[in-house]
């Protein structure tokens, strides 16, 4: 293989990438999102200032948010943080939001 080819190659992995990051959120495990949003997200969202809890917004808020991750603020940030931890944390969010039958703030 040449470098042209290569370096073709790399630039289609880098859109796939790209694209399936867009892809909607939904359907992970809410449990162990809470966790993971404590552990990575509450350090920063956890004072009154920019307190973020699943009742901060509704879930349609939630599932506009995270449509495109890239556009959070704070999303450069988040190492270590997986496509499958934020689907799980988003999972939290979405499912304790303030419309949904059991809103919750996170202490
Ligand atoms: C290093 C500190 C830091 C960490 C860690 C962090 N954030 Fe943020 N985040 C911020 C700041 C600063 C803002 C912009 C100001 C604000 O809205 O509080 C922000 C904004 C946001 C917003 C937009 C606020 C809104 O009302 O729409 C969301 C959503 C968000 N963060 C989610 C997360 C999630 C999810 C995590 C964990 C994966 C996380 N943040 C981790 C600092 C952080």
Not at 18 to 37: C, E, H, P, Q, V
């Amino acid at each position: 293989m040449n470098r042209k080819m290569i370096s073709l190659l790399l630039g289609v992995l880098l859109v796939l990438s790209i694209a399936s990051m867009a892809t909607a959120m939904g359907d992970g495990n809410a449990r162990k999102g809470k966790f993971l949003y404590r552990k990575h997200c509450r350090t920063c969202h956890g004072d009154s200032a920019s307190d973020l809890s699943p009742n901060s917004k509704t879930q349609a808020g939630w599932t506009a948010t995270f449509s495109d991750t890239s556009k959070i603020q704070c999303s450069p940030d988040w190492n270590g943080v997986s496509e499958k931890d934020l689907n799980d944390i988003f999972t939290y969010l979405h499912d304790f939001a303030k419309d949904s039958p059991t809103p919750a703030k996170c202490s």
